[in-house]
C-alpha cells in the first residue's frame, strides 16, 4: 500500500464505475487472501484493508488492487533467509489503529 494512502467507502459514482468493469471483486479479493494466508504474510494488512469494501467496492478499491498484484509480482523473488551466521536481525514496526478514517 502506498505509504500515507487511505482506503475510504466507495461513494455511488464509484461503485458505478468499478460496475461497469464486469469484474468479481469479492473473487479477487478471495485469492489473494488465500495467497497471503498461505505463503505471503506481507500481504496481509493490505489484503485486510480491501476485504472491508466487499459489499460495495468502488474504481478506487480495485485500483489499490491492481497496485497489491503489481507489488506481489515486483517481490515475489525476495525472500528473508535467517541462520548459518551471526547476522543478528533487528526489526521496528508501527502500526497507527487509532488513524483509520472508517470507524
Known sequence: MVANSRVSAASDDDHQQFLSLNKNYRQAIGKISYLQVATRRDLAF??????????????????AFKHLLQYRAGTQDLALCLGGSD?????????????CINT
Open 46 to 63: 493490505f489484503t485486510s484493508q480491501l476485504s472491508q469494501f466487499l459489499e460495495k467496492p468502488g474504481y478506487s478499491h480495485w485500483i
Open 87 to 99: 547476522f543478528s536481525l533487528c526489526s521496528y514496526s508501527n502500526a497507527d489503529y487509532a488513524n
